[in-house]
């Protein structure tokens, strides 16, 4: 597999260097294009990836392709990437945010497969949950590329593309929630007297800590709630205080609306 990496912005490059990283993906396999050519050559000194100098040069590299513009961008560079590839047969994986497949495929040949997904900012960490959609053209061996290149930067799951709003609307946007829900725990620790920046490491530190007891003990979150409240402890006293101020309908209502506009924005 020969890899090309279309857009070597934020999220290019923090994919193919978690892939590196993980010897998912090797250097000498990898090329990356970027219309601007300082980012294509700050993306090969990242990752010590190839530098194509067009894309046409990429199309003729490469027969697996990483989609990395902005969405605004994507028909234009898919119409020229299907000049450049003709009839060869080859993989795009796009991660252009609410372009759904139909188009994708539209403005591309028959001969390409596509694969759309939703990876989050966590991914620049390690740390990103991801979701893809398979096209009406694409393999089970190309859903194992995708699966593969976003596992290497966190959690990757299969889903089909009906669900990429509502992926959109908890994992995409749910970042944003969970910083909200530090910065909102660190300003009560401060009011409890506590140094600002204390706080702030306390409440980035506790939430990762939860969250990593979810995914490492596979246990339900209400049990491991249960676990830590015992009864007339101060846990409980701080849940019934949630509970009473409707933080469950909160989050709810954050992801009904994130998605709701995630359909508004791939439908315009
Ligand atoms: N950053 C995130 O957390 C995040 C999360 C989910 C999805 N996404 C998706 O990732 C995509 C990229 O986002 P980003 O944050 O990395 O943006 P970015 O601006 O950092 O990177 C986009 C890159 O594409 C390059 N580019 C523009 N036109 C090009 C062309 N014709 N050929 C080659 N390169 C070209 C730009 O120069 C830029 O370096 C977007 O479609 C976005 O929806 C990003």
Redesign the pocket.
Same mark, same amino acid.
């Given at each position: 597999m020969n890899f090309g990496v279309?857009?070597?912005?934020?999220?290019?490059?923090?994919l193919i260097a978690g892939a590196v990283r993980s010897g998912a993906l090797t250097p000498t396999e990898v090329w990356g294009?970027?219309?601007?050519a300082a980012?294509t050559e700050d993306f090969c000194r990242q990752t010590q990836c190839h530098a194509a100098a067009s894309?046409q040069e990429l199309a003729q590299k490469c027969d697996t392709f990483l989609?990395?513009?902005? %969405?605004y961008?994507?028909r234009?560079?898919l119409s020229?990437l299907g000049q450049s590839l003709g009839t060869k047969p080859a993989l795009l994986i796009?991660?252009?945010?609410?372009?759904p497949l139909a188009v994708l495929e539209d403005c591309l040949p028959a001969t390409v497969r596509v694969i759309r997904?939703?990876?989050?900012?966590p991914?620049?960490v390690g740390k990103g949950a991801s979701a893809y959609a398979l096209g009406a053209r694409s393999t089970s061996s190309d859903a194992e590329v995708a699966s593969t290149l976003f596992s290497s930067v966190g959690l990757a799951i299969a889903t089909p593309e009906s669900l990429l709003d509502a992926v959109t609307g908890l994992s995409?946007s749910g %970042?944003a929630y969970g910083f909200v829900i530090i910065e909102a725990l660190a300003d009560a620790g401060v009011r409890q007297g506590l140094p600002r920046n204390d706080a702030i490491q306390l409440a980035a530190q506790t939430l990762l800590g939860a969250a990593a007891m979810v995914l490492e003990t596979g246990m339900h979150p209400a049990q491991l709630k249960d676990m830590v409240a015992s009864p007339g402890g101060t846990t409980i006293a701080g849940i019934a205080a949630l509970e009473q101020n409707s933080l469950r309908h909160a989050l709810h209502e954050a992801v009904s609306a994130a998605t709701q506009r995630s359909r508004e924005l791939s439908h315009s």
């Open positions: 279309i857009g070597c912005g934020k999220m290019g490059s923090a294009y970027d219309a601007i980012a894309l989609l990395a513009t902005k %969405p961008q994507v234009d560079v020229q796009s991660v252009a945010a609410g372009i997904t939703m990876p989050n900012t991914a620049l995409g %970042p």
